[in-house]
């Protein structure tokens, strides 16, 4: 069994800063990828950061320069640092992580429950 839980959402106004964690748990053998997700109701899930085992990350072009992805491997858990939010970014954010399990080692996705992040004055 693997899971992963998400911490750190809320409400902050606009311009301020948040910061989500998500530790991987369980019967996990190594995890590749990790990143974080979100989606808004009505819209498709969209990929906000994303960062290998070996810490190369990717960014989505709305959150370039105000979002960093970060993690722990010896944790297995993965960070966003998020400024200068903007309402815009508004969602519910997902934590994601391809990884293989001791118990069987091929490759899947799992996801986390989420965690509302609401930036409003």
């Known amino acids: 069994q693997v899971q992963l839980v998400e911490t750190g959402g809320g409400l902050v106004q606009p311009g301020g800063s948040l910061r989500l964690s998500c530790a991987a748990s369980?019967?996990?053998?190594?995890?590749?990828?990790m990143g974080w997700y979100r989606q808004d109701p009505g819209k498709e899930r969209e990929l906000v950061a994303a960062?290998?085992?070996?810490?190369?990350?990717n960014y989505a072009d709305s959150v370039k320069g105000r979002f960093t992805i970060s993690r722990d491997n010896a944790k297995n858990t993965v960070y966003l640092q998020m400024n200068s939010l903007k309402p815009e970014d508004t969602a519910v954010y997902y934590c994601?992580?391809?990884?293989?399990?001791?118990?069987?080692?091929?490759?899947?996705?799992?996801w986390g429950q989420g965690t509302q992040v609401t930036v409003s004055s």
């Open positions: 369980g019967s996990i053998f190594s995890i590749n990828a």
């Open positions: 960062i290998t085992s070996g810490g190369s990350t």
């Open positions: 994601n992580a391809e990884l293989r399990r001791s118990t069987d080692l091929a490759l899947r996705k799992y």
